[in-house]
Nanobody
Framework: QVKLVESGGGSAQAGASLRLSCAAS????????MGWFRQAPAKEREGVAL???????HYFDSVKGRFTISRDNAKNTLYLQMNSLEPEDTAMYYC???????????????WGQGTQVTVSS
């Protein structure tokens, strides 16, 4: 079992930056691919960024060029640096871990509880 706990969400003005963190605990011996997803009110959950077990990355179109995903394996922590925030980025952000194929399809073995990001214009 892996427990994922997100932090770093909050309120920001458009154009500002925030950094989300996701701390993993439990059975961290497996090098899962990990990712960030988000869900806005009345919308379906969507992928934001993925980092695979070989540390290659994939960004979904809405955040390309603005967000950066990274991981610190020594600290078992996943990060999402969000720059040039837009009101459309307002959502609950979730950290997830699983296989690369499952994550790309929006599924995961493990999910965090989420952290809220609110961007005002």
């Amino acid at each position: 079992q892996v427990k994922l706990v997100e932090s770093g969400g909050g309120s920001a003005q458009a154009g500002a930056s925030l950094r989300l963190s996701c701390a993993a605990s439990g059975d961290t011996s497996t090098r899962y691919s990990m990712g960030w997803f988000r869900q806005a009110p009345a919308k379906e959950r969507e992928g934001v960024a993925l980092i695979y077990s070989d540390d290659s990355t994939h960004y979904f179109d809405s955040v390309k060029g603005r967000f950066t995903i990274s991981r610190d394996n020594a600290k078992n922590t996943l990060y999402l640096q969000m720059n040039s925030l837009e009101p459309e980025d307002t959502a609950m952000y979730y950290c997830a871990a699983g296989s690369a194929v499952r994550l790309y399809r929006g599924k995961a073995n493990y999910w965090g509880q989420g952290t809220q990001v609110t961007v005002s214009s």
